[in-house]
């Protein structure tokens, strides 16, 4: 930069600075639309980024060579009006038991486990539970889910092959049925059957689980044997065996659900395999256009402070229009007036630009506090938010300034 355009920003920075002055009320509401524009991206860039890291958190700490089977699956946000055409999901038959038998025999396979959900009563005592959620799942399911149960245990294979009625609860459920009551070996009914709850299951820890819902966990067969549900949507999680990566393991799966569906070769699965990297990629395209959703609302906020740096600039060329005459009459070009005026607009926007950085990262220090959101603000969201609020002065002032670059200079002198 020459010394001319150091001279001419530094000129334009002072000048904006005796218009903060000058007219207050004018710049502060200026300052506030983009303050406020600038506050927002900078509070959901904070929350939408620490939502993302403990997500992450969470699927690495429940068994992340882990992959899913699953009848249908789409990343993102999917709506169906329950035409063929919009619902890609019937054209793919359920997952049955004899093809979860069947993977559970292959060499590549750990152990497969099954869930199957659904929402019942939950009844102990006089005490009755609405829509509590109930899960059919195989004896491994713990491993799968990540957690502790404490006291008591978990079923056993055994148990699951039997259908026995025993139950594992979570401790939202054990608050809400036993209120300080040992729960262990007691008989609880769900959807009418009864149950003896064997264990207390204990979630990892994460952003989600202080409101994670009454829960209860049973035996798969004893789940179909005894509560209703939508059926269909049996889903899958295997575990690669020791030696085999989560490809191998993922292939044979493949190679042997093909096989027992008769699929040949070129046609596509009718079935889904799903890794968490594609669980945690769904989460990201969710999260993004719920922050794309912010970014405009915020837009707003700029739109605002963008038309306050129209008017107050304008105010600002008319009330110096007799000494952009002698400046040009002194050999000002018009590059120069048009560089000084921009460098004003700019930095109006940029001290709201400032302002509302400094808000957005308090708010989002004291959501990290008051609240289980692990907010923190990311350096690409300062970096973005000071330059949206320049451009917005460069943009919005970019018409005062043509104007005051296009005074003709002895229109401009002669003006009282």
Same mark, same amino acid.
């Given at each position: 930069?020459?010394?001319?355009?150091?001279?001419?920003?530094?000129?334009?920075?002072?000048?904006?600075?005796?218009?903060?002055?000058?007219?207050?009320?004018?710049?502060?509401?200026?300052?506030?639309?983009?303050?406020?524009?600038?506050?927002?991206?900078?509070?959901?860039?904070?929350?939408?980024?620490?939502?993302?890291?403990?997500?992450?958190?969470?699927?690495?700490?429940?068994?992340?060579?882990?992959?899913?089977?699953?009848?249908?699956?789409?990343?993102?946000?999917?709506?169906?009006?329950?035409?063929?055409?919009?619902?890609?999901?019937?054209?793919?038959?359920?997952?049955?038991?004899?093809?979860?038998?069947?993977?559970?025999?292959?060499?590549?396979?750990?152990?497969?486990?099954?869930?199957?959900?659904?929402?019942?009563?939950?009844?102990?005592?006089?005490?009755?539970?609405?829509?509590?959620?109930?899960?059919?799942?195989?004896?491994?399911?713990?491993?799968?889910?990540?957690?502790?149960?404490?006291?008591?245990?978990?079923?056993?294979?055994?148990?699951?092959?039997?259908?026995?009625?025993?139950?594992?609860?979570?401790?939202?459920?054990?608050?809400?049925?036993?209120?300080?009551?040992?729960?262990?070996?007691?008989?609880?009914?769900?959807?009418?059957?009864?149950?003896?709850?064997?264990?207390?299951?204990?979630?990892?820890?994460?952003?989600?689980?202080?409101?994670?819902?009454?829960?209860?966990?049973?035996?798969?067969?004893?789940?179909?044997?005894?509560?209703?549900?939508?059926?269909?949507?049996?889903?899958?999680?295997?575990?690669?065996?020791?030696?085999?990566?989560?490809?191998?393991?993922?292939?044979?799966?493949?190679?042997?659900?093909?096989?027992?569906?008769?699929?040949?070769?070129?046609?596509?699965?009718?079935?889904?395999?799903?890794?968490?990297?594609?669980?945690?990629?769904?989460?990201?395209?969710?999260?993004?256009?719920?922050?794309?959703?912010?970014?405009?609302?915020?837009?707003?906020?700029?739109?605002?402070?963008?038309?306050?740096?129209?008017?107050?600039?304008?105010?600002?060329?008319?009330?110096?229009?007799?000494?952009?005459?002698?400046?040009?009459?002194?050999?000002?070009?018009?590059?120069?007036?048009?560089?000084?005026?921009?460098?004003?607009?700019?930095?109006?926007?940029?001290?709201?630009?400032?302002? *509302?950085?400094?808000? @957005?990262?308090?708010? +989002?220090?004291?959501?990290? !506090?008051?609240? =289980? /959101?692990? %907010?923190?603000?990311?350096?690409?969201?300062?970096?973005?938010?000071?330059?949206?609020?320049?451009?917005? *002065?460069?943009?919005? @002032?970019?018409?005062? +300034?043509?104007?005051?670059? !296009?005074?003709? =200079? /002895?229109? %401009?002198?002669?003006?009282?």
């Amino acid at each position: 930069m020459t010394g001319g355009g150091l001279t001419g920003l530094f000129e334009g920075v002072g000048i904006a600075l005796d218009s903060l002055r000058s007219s207050k009320v004018r710049a502060a509401l200026t300052i506030l639309g983009v303050a406020i524009g600038v506050t927002v991206v900078m509070l959901m860039a904070a929350m939408v980024s620490g939502i993302n890291k403990s997500v992450a958190g969470v699927f690495e700490s429940i068994a992340p060579r882990t992959f899913l089977v699953w009848r249908f699956f789409q990343a993102g946000v999917t709506v169906s009006d329950g035409s063929d055409e919009n619902s890609p999901w019937r054209r793919n038959p359920p997952i049955k038991d004899l093809e979860a038998d069947r993977i559970r025999l292959l060499p590549s396979v750990r152990y497969v486990t099954r869930r199957e959900e659904s929402s019942g009563t939950v009844e102990f005592g006089d005490l009755r539970l609405e829509s509590v959620n109930v899960s059919g799942l195989s004896a491994e399911w713990v491993e799968v889910n990540g957690g502790d149960i404490y006291p008591g245990r978990t079923f056993t294979r055994f148990e699951d092959l039997s259908n026995s009625a025993v139950a594992v609860i979570n401790r939202k459920l054990e608050d809400q049925l036993f209120r300080g009551r040992d729960p262990i070996g007691q008989t609880i009914h769900i959807a009418g059957a009864p149950f003896t709850v064997i264990g207390v299951y204990t979630q990892p820890p994460s952003l989600f689980s202080g409101a994670a819902p009454p829960f209860v966990g049973i035996p798969h067969g004893a789940f179909v044997k005894s509560v209703p549900y939508f059926k269909g949507w049996m889903r899958l999680a295997v575990s690669p065996a020791p030696g085999y990566t989560q490809q191998e393991s993922m292939d044979e799966v493949v190679a042997t659900l093909r096989s027992l569906r008769g699929l040949k070769p070129g046609q596509d699965n009718t079935f889904s395999i799903v890794t968490q990297d594609k669980l945690l990629d769904s989460w990201h395209q969710v999260s993004g256009m719920f922050f794309f959703v912010m970014l405009v609302l915020s837009a707003i906020g700029l739109i605002v402070g963008g038309v306050g740096v129209i008017a107050i600039m304008m105010i600002s060329v008319t009330e110096r229009t007799r000494e952009i005459g002698v400046r040009k009459a002194l050999g000002a070009t018009r590059r120069a007036i048009l560089w000084q005026f921009l460098v004003e607009a700019s930095t109006l926007t940029l001290v709201g630009g400032a302002v *509302g950085m400094l808000s @957005g990262g308090l708010l +989002a220090f004291l959501v990290s !506090r008051i609240t =289980p /959101i692990p %907010a923190y603000v990311p350096l690409w969201s300062i970096v973005a938010a000071l330059a949206a609020s320049a451009l917005t *002065g460069i943009g919005f @002032g970019l018409y005062p +300034a043509s104007r005051a670059a !296009r005074l003709d =200079p /002895i229109e %401009a002198l002669r003006y009282e």
